[in-house]
């Protein structure tokens, strides 16, 4: 018997997943090509830019609230030629990756444990669920009583804000798995181990990948607000040094620094998140 099974388990896996995905030929076959979207993404942030510079040079808009492009241009020349842009990114990029290391695996550990058991879903999925409608912002000074204000209480505070978003999205990828497909497991009786590899992940990582992109973003607005914890370096040194000094450029190209790595690890998430799910359809909005 168990020779007529075994190439049926080989199958299972591209079974379900031709289940779960789309079928590739629904896709339209008449998508914009990549220089267009390239463009209509940039045409905003553009005009936007040239709207801003006009108003600035026409005196629309005041320099001290809110200086013109080319200025912050200047700021930007002003950081690097200093040298202080280049020691301050490393230092902030290592706090974040990490907090959202330890954060993202400590909340997928907790996800997949909870999602595959009812006890371990009843003894923390309540308690947890409490804790994350308390704003991690809130949690500033008690993470400074607790750790100090060194770098153990921002790392803890990346942790805390990046467990979250992978535990609940890991939690309800396992949950969300058509049972017809857990089913079929056992009609194949599949061990467990073999139902959780075939099954239990391909299924659950998509809402896994989606878990980890919004912790990405999620640990760098830990981030901002951990830098404000008595920094000696990082973005957030400089951010507070230009305040101290009311450079009001500095601070807007300290924040523009921020969006653009947050623009960065999202554009690497969903690298990642294309690279492990290629037999994914997706609709792409065309």
């Known amino acids: 018997m168990s020779t007529t099974i075994a190439p049926a388990r080989d199958d299972l896996a591209t079974i379900t997943r031709r289940y779960a995905s789309t079928d590739d030929t629904a896709r339209t076959t008449r998508t914009p090509s990549r220089w267009r979207q390239l463009a209509l ?37 002003e950081l690097w030629s200093t040298g202080d842009l280049q020691a301050a990114l490393p230092i902030s990029l290592q706090r974040a990756g990490l907090g959202l290391l330890v954060g993202g695996l ?128 990082g973005i957030g040194y400089i951010l507070n040094t230009a305040n101290q000094f009311q450079r009001t450029d500095i601070i807007l190209a300290g924040i523009l620094v921020y969006a653009a790595l947050g623009l960065l690890v999202d554009a690497v998430m969903r690298g990642i998140e294309h690279l492990l799910l290629p037999w994914r359809a997706t609709h792409d909005g065309s």
């Open 41 to 77: 993404r940039a045409a905003a942030p553009l005009l936007v830019l040239v709207l801003w510079q006009i108003g600035s040079s026409n005196g629309w808009i005041s320099p001290v609230i809110l200086p013109s492009p080319a200025t912050i241009l200047a700021a930007y020349r």
């Open 106 to 233: 400590a909340g997928l550990v907790l996800g997949v444990i909870a999602g595959l058991s009812v006890t371990a879903e009843r003894i923390y999925d309540a308690p947890l669920q409490m804790i994350r409608t308390i704003p991690f912002i809130a949690l500033v000074p008690l993470f400074v009583v607790w750790f100090g204000i060194g770098e153990d209480s921002k790392v803890a505070l990346i942790i805390g804000a990046s467990i979250f978003p992978v535990y609940l999205n890991t939690y309800h990828g396992i949950r969300g798995i058509d049972r017809k497909l857990l089913e079929v497991a056992r009609s194949f009786e599949m061990s467990r181990w073999q139902t959780v590899r075939l099954i239990v992940v391909p299924q659950s990582l998509p809402s896994i990948l989606v878990g980890w992109r919004y912790a990405a973003g999620t640990a760098l607005l830990a981030l901002v607000a951990a830098e404000q914890i008595n920094s000696r370096a």
